[in-house]
């Protein structure tokens, strides 16, 4: 009887991990009850045009693919802006117990407003002599966090608490370092790469209902007091930081900017796609579990859906994203001709075993659906590197890479262990 019992708790227990409602509300973790789709078309144009080589993908496909993602998802950014500086603040080159030269950089984005702007945390490797490749990535709770070095200043900035509730807090010196497990920064510097890194809250941070903080307000016309439903949301503000930090890695001359990978995590890895999808100087993209909004297809509806990610966090994206709630079939694009934005060039996708909120198989299925645009760049292109989702712990890669980590939501060793070797496939190191 008690075994019985036992058995039914268990029977109970796997329906409710299966599809459940609770706190986050209706979601669905059972690969069988994926609804049935159909993917919008990558290589046929608007207009019913067979998209066959690089040269049309380039002029007629990409262009309008691209304007979808901008005005239905994640919302137009303006471009540079005029006057905008770069101070290097503070540098040594006897960091990390002179393993490294560290250098921050602020970036002043508008003349005449001393409360806008970005700091930029670099660190290269001393044992490389001239310009190094580099990682780029934004983190979630200040510079001061990525790496436990007391020349950081700790951010003035609110920083998230917690995903439950607590949306901001100040940052302070216990967060020094905080962060350090995502960054593997020996290894980097040891594979002769840079660390370059911004904290996304100089740009906007990340709570809902204020159009008021962050930079968007810098951009506003006359009388505006909130981005227009086809404008920004907040992934794309922070995409649009990335592109300043590119507009500043042009100048330095310790940095190869013609080599860098531009990386994120979770929202940030969201980010990440963005922006490499609209700025083509990053040479290679990585997103590491970036899930909904990412590298997940949307139309499967597996963990966080569409509808869930707009009222858990309706600033991310921008207005007109709304529509596509109780509708994912009608968005014209998904998340694959996000990843095929980014061809030619490199992308790696990484997924995590226990992170089902990020639909590791939808990651994967992106980068697969993305490679017939890799296919009209390089005949034979070898894509993803595996013809089905590879096992746990089996890293594939091609032009693009993809693995499965055990474990959880989260940025690991092994994750930059991945990337690295990646990069220095492609970059030919
Ligand atoms: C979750 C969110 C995900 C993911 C994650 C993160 O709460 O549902 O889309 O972005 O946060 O950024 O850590």
Redesign the pocket.
Known sequence: MRNQLALIGISIALIVTQTSTSA?GQFNYDEAKVPKFELPKLLVSASGKKIATAADWKKVRRPEIFKLFQDEMYGAAPGRPEGMTFKVFESSDKALGGKATRKQVRVQFVKDNEDAWMDILIYTPNKVKGAVPGFLGLN?NGNHSVVNDPAIPVTPRWVRSN?KGVVKNKASEAGRGGNASRWAIDSILDAGYALITVYCGDLDEDYKGNFQNGVQPLFYKKGQTEPSPSQWGTISVWAWGLSRTMDYLETDDDIDHKKIAVMG??????TALWAGASDERFAIVISN??????AALSRREFG?TVR??NT??PH?FCGNFKKYNDNVNALPIDQHMLVALIAPRPAYIASAVEDR??DPRGEFLSAKHAEPVYALFEDGATGVGAKKWPGVDKPVSGIMGYHIRTGA?DVTEYDWQQYIHFANRHFGR
Request: charged content about 15%; some cysteine.
């Open positions: 986050l979630f995903g995590h979770s929202r940030l890895g969201k579990n970036s899930g909904c909004g990412g966080e869930r990610i858990s966090f991310w909120w990020a939501h």
